[in-house]
């Protein structure tokens, strides 16, 4: 069953994390898990110290070139009737200075602790939602 603005906002809230998808300048679609932090209808997710390949990370150039991106929160229960899933659709940004990335970096501490002990070094991939959806079973 659809689920409202309002509802889909608060579950993809209580989801600890999301999968962000990108698509590059030449139309190939990017997914990841992120971890973020939600205020109103922002979202934020920041690039951390956890290990990676490389810093020019394909999430970054692809919000570069295509702002549009999805993020989608699930949960999956062998109920079936406990399923649900919300997409956040919207446009993106990537802040890189210490004083825009300031707030959304201290949102995300008070979400994750681990952030809190090894504060992500950025940059912040901000999320201005502009449309939100879900279905849940029940």
Known sequence: MRIGTDEARQRFGRARAARLATVSADGQPHLVPVTFAIDGDMIYTAIDAKPKSTRQLRRLSNIGANSKVCLLAD????????????????????????????????????????????????????????????????
């Open 75 to 138: 949960h999956y229960a062998d109920d079936w009737s406990a399923l649900w899933w919300v997409r956040a659709d919207g446009t993106a940004v990537i802040v890189s200075d210490a004083a825009g990335m300031t707030a959304p970096l201290r949102l995300l501490a008070r979400r994750y602790r681990q952030y809190e002990v090894d504060p992500p070094l950025g940059p912040v991939i901000a999320i201005r939602v502009s449309r939100w959806t879900g279905w849940s079973a029940g």
